[in-house]
């Protein structure tokens, strides 16, 4: 493929560039005589490295020549239009593999009734609704070590109201029970193995689904530079990008963990955003700063106004220090009922027959 | 990998598929013309979480046919499936005031259809406590709204155990019980005496027993009561001949998750079988064997299935919200519908006949018909073009472009893995 894009570029800079370069028309009089000839123009094809990096730094040029010619060209067009009072040309926006996701039936719609009768039905909105206090059990796989426990004690710091037990040699499903009886909300397995954490298990509870997530990347708070430490005010939440009535369960069970009224005075945000069926977990302070004395310095030199302190005053911005743990979530199956690995029945489960294509995403 | 999906569905023979969900709603989805495109018709009901469905029975015949609906909250309905309307609501906790409904759920359900009079049906209900139910309700016409419960019968079918399913046989005379911790047992419906008991495998090598827990059971032939098949919550299927002895015939294994639906071919032979992380297979049941699995990105659990009597399809819902619908002879999927719920349960009206609404609803089925006629011609388009457009890429730039645009996408790509 790479060989017979070089090849199309070069045709394009010669058409673009006829009457500049000589070699072009040479190039273009040899595809006339001959298609073997061309072919052998085409680096990968020369066999000799010096020749074949030779050429392929020129064609590497060539079109380094080429962008940036294209992009002063826009930018001309651009500050023209605006000179003349013109609409300027319409940004392109580049095609990701987001944007041109496959067509989805199950995407909800805001207006779908259907979906707010469901959603008043489900496991979560008693929470939701705060009716009661979420209170999450967390432990762990049996065998505990390496970058488990001070996970924990960070997802402990991050969630309110989380208790951590031990998991001694306990059976998942007496936990469940025994988590029942003391009015948990949720609880929440950390899964280690080779000393790290790999995997995540959500379980609601009295009736809930069981949402078992692949946990990777993880960067504990001492692991990140210039972190900041989390007050005990309760977080604020951010759930980004979850679609599809499978996203928007998955994000109301992660809702369900964290109480639903934050404290702003805190600045304390934990985000969960997903991108192509990745959930990225992150936990921020913000502030919002007025940058004034900075800009007013820079500016004042120059002009000396009164207005331009009163716009730098003006300006707010906010700010970011990252604090807590990083690290990214997959959903490997979603369980209806409590955790069951036996006799479960599945909402959702990955098969491997569902990946027919790298724009359909799930969340 | 291919890059995109292009959902192929060819369409299914005209049926009507009512379908029952957790939110307690109807739904009806008709699928008209020779190759339709099923899709959603009707919606009766409104979304109540205490309205869940458990249990739907259907009498399909051609006048006066009769839908039976048991819900969560203890009452059964009798509703008409042609226009939804519903002709009488029978509330359990009336005629039996001691249990609640709340932890005594209807498991099974089951509208006769031989000796019905038009002014009345008899349906038999099963509880999961073990409460069975036969009742014979008259619903007056609309004139006169005295739609009242005539003479029931109840027997226990079981004290202990919790009961998950029932059937009835074709000749309605017997029906069979199972659930967790009870053996399937058949009953004679006119005696209301137990006339045989399974009995468990025995232990297996290592001395471990597992527990009974049937989840589904059906019969296999319509004409025939002593044999049927039964799914178990250790993924499990078995079947059982009464004539024969009180194990089970055969017994295979069945992937991991718990079988979740059987259902049977009119043949006597084959049989479904859904389970609870969305595997639906054919097996030959004479002797055991897997015809083969049905593939279709199906991720949810099988909660229902129904086969069609005439046509080779089969439809199947569950948990996953999907109704979809199937080729029985080369197990493909001809279509599949989005519903929004968890679904629990799925009949086929077999008396529906898509010509019959095509002189009601002309506009809609020419529609209908248009698109069938353009699939086709689409589809032979499409490989024509593919070539003309590989051709035109030898010559143009426009390739290039596309490249270029992908590996743009690639470098964002990078990009986003980098900000994570």
């Known amino acids: 493929m790479g060989v017979k894009k070089r090849k199309n570029e070069t045709e394009e800079t010669e058409r673009s560039e006829d009457g500049d370069f000589v070699d072009g028309r040479e190039k273009k009089k040899k595809k006339e005589v001959g298609e073997s000839k061309k072919k052998e123009i085409l680096p990968s094809m020369i066999k000799n490295k010096e020749k074949r990096s030779e050429i392929y730094a020129k064609l590497k040029h060539q079109k380094k020549v080429e962008k940036r010619k294209k992009i002063k060209a826009r930018d001309a067009a651009e500050k023209q239009a605006l000179e003349l009072g013109e609409e300027p040309p319409a940004k392109k926006v580049p095609r990701t593999i987001e944007n041109t996701r496959e067509f989805d039936e199950t995407v909800c719609m805001p207006d779908d009734e259907e979906l707010f009768a469901a959603n008043d039905a489900d496991e979560f909105s008693s929470i939701i609704r705060r009716e009661c206090a979420p209170k999450i059990l967390i432990t762990t796989c049996r065998f505990n070590s390496g970058r488990g426990p001070a996970f924990i004690s960070e997802l402990l710091s991050v969630i309110p109201n989380a208790h951590y037990y031990k998991r001694g040699t306990y059976d998942l499903k007496k936990i469940v029970e025994y988590a029942k009886n003391r009015d948990f909300t949720s609880l929440i397995v950390v899964h280690t193995n080779r000393r790290e954490p790999d995997a995540l298990l959500i379980i609601g509870l009295p009736d809930g689904p069981t949402a078992h997530f692949k946990l990777s990347r993880l960067v504990l708070r001492k692991d990140i530079k210039n972190h900041g430490n989390p007050t005990s005010h309760q977080p604020e939440l951010v759930l980004n990008n979850f679609t599809t009535r499978l996203g928007l369960r998955v994000a109301r069970l992660i809702q369900s963990l964290f109480p639903q009224d934050p404290n702003f005075r805190g600045r304390r945000v934990v985000t969960l955003h997903n991108q192509r069926d990745f959930i990225f977990f992150r936990h921020h302070r913000y502030i919002f700063e007025t940058k004034e004395t900075k800009q007013a310095d820079s500016k004042g030199k120059k002009l000396k106004d009164e207005k331009v302190e009163k716009i730098s005053q003006e300006k707010v911005l906010a700010r970011l220090q990252e604090c807590g743990p990083r690290f990214t979530l997959k959903l490997i199956s979603l369980q209806h009922g409590t955790f069951d690995s036996k006799g479960g029945e599945y909402e959702w489960v990955h098969k491997p027959e569902m990946d027919t294509s790298r724009r359909r995403f799930f969340l | ?420």
């Open chain 2, 1 to 420: 990998m291919p890059r995109t999906t292009t959902l192929e569905c060819p369409g299914c023979p005209p049926l009507r598929a009512l379908t029952f969900d957790s939110l307690g709603l109807i739904k009806v989805v008709e699928s008209r013309g020779n190759r339709g495109i099923a899709h959603v018709v009707e919606r009766w009901g409104s979304p109540d979480s205490t309205k869940c469905v458990l249990a739907a029975s259907i009498d399909d015949r051609k006048q006066d046919p009769l839908l039976a609906v048991a819900r969560k909250n203890g009452t059964v309905e009798v509703v008409n499936p042609l226009n939804g309307e519903t002709k009488i609501s029978i509330s359990n906790a009336g005629v039996d005031t001691e249990v609640q409904p709340e932890d005594d759920n209807i498991v099974g359900l089951h509208l006769f259809r031989k000796h019905r009079q038009s002014s009345s049906c008899n349906l038999l209900t099963c509880t999961s406590k073990g409460d069975a139910n036969l009742w014979c309700v008259k619903f007056a016409n609309s004139s006169s709204d005295n739609a009242s419960i005539g003479d029931s019968r109840t027997w226990k079918i079981g004290s202990s155990g919790h009961f998950l399913c029932s059937k009835v046989d074709g000749s309605e005379t017997y029906a069979v019980f199972g659930g967790k911790g009870i053996e399937v047992n058949l009953w004679d419906l006119e005696k209301c005496s137990k006339i045989w008991t399974a009995k468990p495998p025995p232990k297996n090598s290592l001395g471990i027993f597992t527990p009974t827990w049937f989840t589904s059971v059906t019969f296999l032939a319509d004409d025939d009561h002593r044999k049927f098949a039964a799914g178990t919550n250790n993924h499990q299927v078995r079947l059982y001949d009464i004539s024969a002895q009180r194990r089970p015939v055969i017994s295979f294994d069945f992937r991991e998750t718990p079988i979740k639906a059987i259902t049977e071919d009119r043949d006597g032979h084959t049989i479904y079988i859904g389970n609870g992380s969305g595997d639906i297979a054919s097996v030959d049941i004479r002797t055991g064997k897997l015809l083969g699995c049905f593939l279709g990105k199906c991720s949810g659990s099988i909660r229902s299935m129904a086969k069609h009597p005439e046509f080779p399809v089969i439809a199947s819902c569950g948990l996953d919200s999907y109704l979809r619908l199937w080729d029985v002879r080369t197990r493909q999927l001809l279509s599949a519908v989005f519903l929004k719920q968890h679904l629990t349960n799925v009949v086929l009206d077999c008396n529906f006949d898509g010509k019959e609404v095509v002189e009601v609803q002309n506009v809609k089925d020419v529609q209908i018909e248009d698109e069938t006629v353009a699939l086709p011609v689409k589809r032979k388009k499409t490989p024509k073009e593919k070539e003309r457009s590989k051709k035109k890429a030898a010559k143009d730039s426009e390739r290039s472009n596309k490249l270029r645009s992908k590996k743009k996408s690639r470098s964002l790509e990078s990009q986003i893995d980098d900000d994570s």
